[in-house]
């Protein structure tokens, strides 16, 4: 199964805004919507955006994303080091009929 | 508040089978979409399959097409992964998820802990 392309690795020091990419074709990010991930070391993923761009109930307003075309991206501002966890973007893709997940970016603060 | 608890995981020899379980509390079950979700240690997160809500459609990875089944029991309130012929290569942390505001090709609002499967001999 192909997965979306995120880079492995970003930094940043506190205080700092970071952007995640998320790199995808036509069949899925440029299709569907594109969600977001957090996972904090040992614990299970929980959703940071969805639909593009929308943040659930208790996601901070410091947490932003946005989509063009076949990419997206995930904006952390103010960096706190609670924010150093791996990110996943996810995507349907309409020609596999299936999820497809990035690598994951690892977020060093 | 929707709460998700998987069980059934453990340790399978190759070739072996499982049989993992996912009770979800707290919204009305049969109308939506849940998905399994694995992650092998440490690696990154892997989609496996999904059935969706009222119409019971189902959708698997290519890696386990043919080998896993996914079902659920509406009136139990569960969800179902057989998992038959395992390899090494499932061994992984799954994850149950669901949403309650979209289809199957929304988002995983809610998560479990997940359940551990190990394969080997």
């Known amino acids: 199964q192909s997965v979306l392309t995120q880079p492995p690795s970003a930094s940043g020091t506190p205080g700092q805004r970071v952007t995640l990419s998320c790199s995808g074709s036509?069949?899925?990010?440029?299709?569907?919507?594109v969600h977001w991930y957090q996972q904090l070391p040992g614990t299970a993923p929980k959703l940071l955006i969805y639909r593009d761009n929308q943040r659930p109930s208790g996601v901070p307003d410091r947490v932003s994303a946005s989509k063009a075309g076949t990419s997206a991206s995930l904006a952390i501002s103010g960096l706190r080091s609670e924010d150093e966890a791996d990110y996943y973007c996810?995507?349907?893709?309409?020609?596999?009929?299936?999820?497809?997940f990035g690598g994951g970016t690892k977020l060093t603060v | 508040e929707v709460q998700v608890l998987e069980s059934g995981g453990g340790l399978a020899q190759p070739g072996g089978s499982l049989r993992l379980s996912c009770i979800i509390s707290g919204f009305a079950f049969s109308e939506h979409p849940i998905h399994w979700i694995r992650q092998s240690p440490g690696e990154g997160l892997e989609w496996v399959s999904t059935?969706?809500?009222?119409?019971?459609?189902?959708f698997y990875a290519d890696s386990v097409k043919g080998r896993f089944t996914i079902s659920r029991d509406n009136s139990k309130n569960t969800l179902y992964l057989q998992m038959n012929s395992l390899r090494a290569e499932d061994t992984a942390l799954y994850y149950c998820?669901?949403?309650?505001?979209?289809?199957?090709?929304?988002?995983?609002?809610?998560w479990g802990q997940g359940t551990l499967v190990t394969v080997s001999s």
């Open positions: 998820t669901t949403v309650e505001n979209g289809g199957y090709a929304d988002h995983f609002e809610y």
């Open positions: 036509t069949s899925n990010i440029g299709s569907n919507g």
């Open positions: 996810a995507a349907w893709d309409d020609i596999l009929r299936g999820w497809l």
């Open positions: 059935i969706s809500g009222p119409d019971y459609l189902t």
